[in-house]
């Protein structure tokens, strides 16, 4: 027999609510000192960092002796090689090709990459919560709560981002569980408390159409169990997971995060932009410090005017929620050389990029199928 839902006090009926863990509203939680701003607009604030002071200028440097370093020209053997390499590591490419091509011109240019990473850290505060299971309270009357800059953790290695959360000192509170409202539990939505829902098989009318005998599934009552709450009528509340009350506290979270700047020089040869970008190239030259000045003078005046861009930029969207940690800026040669050659009447070109020499193929003349992806 199901049960009267009008008796059953000790739940609260959260039927037409979701389930999953809520904030509070910003009127059940007090104030703290110095914390006020968290009851304005959401409960979430993103703290300005303090001032730095600017790193050393960079000073004037003489660039040809930098440009007197030179990538090693790239022969015909060592283009013939790099592309047997890369040949033998494609399934249907044909190595004939390869070992029979006559090579008729290599053109050969070195190009610069310049490249700015900045590392900083950002802070967000806000209100979170977890079940209160009689743990010891850190709140406001142990003392004031620190500023959020002022709060010291552990910073990771440089360039390498990382997520962390702390909990801020002396800003813990117990209260009542919003969700449940103290109970601990709520009304099953799937049987509104009855612990009991019609029967799927027969739908309530305890034997089946057209059938004499009574429904073997719910045995002829009409009813079966609720699957969602084993028959309880209710359901631990998944907020407080049934210990009624709640820890809140303000939550720090710290994100460290590594933007990135690139530049590649024009060139005049057709091989893809975005294989430059992530071609391992020769260090010609690399500044780092806590801030980074734009290079000056640089031969190439496309390189000095991308430092002053990517610098500008990184300036413009992190100097107002951010901390600058380090900035490093490096320039690269990037050595690329166009293979021109003749096979079977015709004439097939090739790039080879990078240091490491890795090959971009335009049209290769000995494949075995169409489905593979050339790179």
Known sequence: MDRDLSEDDSVVDLSFEAESPLAPPAELLERLPSYDWLFQGGGQQIMFPPLEAPGRPLEQRCW??????????VTEEVAREALLSFVSSKCCYGSTAAGDLIIQELKQQTL???RLETFS?????????QPFTNQSVDGPQRGTSPRLWDIKVQVPPMFQEDTR???VPHSSLVKECHKCHGRGRYKCSGCHGAGMVRCP??????????QSRRCQMCSG?????????????SKTCATCKGEKRLLHFIQLVIMW???????????????????LAKAKGESLFKDENTAVYPIVDFPLREISLASQRGIAEHRAALSPRARVLQQRQTIELIP??????????????????????????VDYPDRYCFGCTII
């Open 121 to 129: 850290e950002s802070r967000i505060s806000e209100w979170t919560f």
């Open 165 to 167: 959360k702390f909990q």
């Open 201 to 210: 098989s027969c739908s309530g009318a305890k034997r089946k159409a057209k």
């Open 336 to 361: 690329v050389t166009e293979v021109h050659y003749w096979y079977r009447g015709q004439t097939y070109v090739y790039y080879i990029y990078g240091t490491d020499h890795r090959v971009h193929v």
């Open 221 to 233: 009552s009409g009813r079966r169990r609720c699957s969602t709450c084993s028959g309880r009528g």
């Open 112 to 114: 610069c990459r310049y």
């Open 64 to 73: 040809s002796s930098f440009l007197e370093h030179r990538v090693p020209l």
């Open 257 to 275: 995060k590594n933007s990135l700047f690139e530049f590649v020089s024009e060139h005049r040869l057709n091989c893809p932009r975005e294989l």
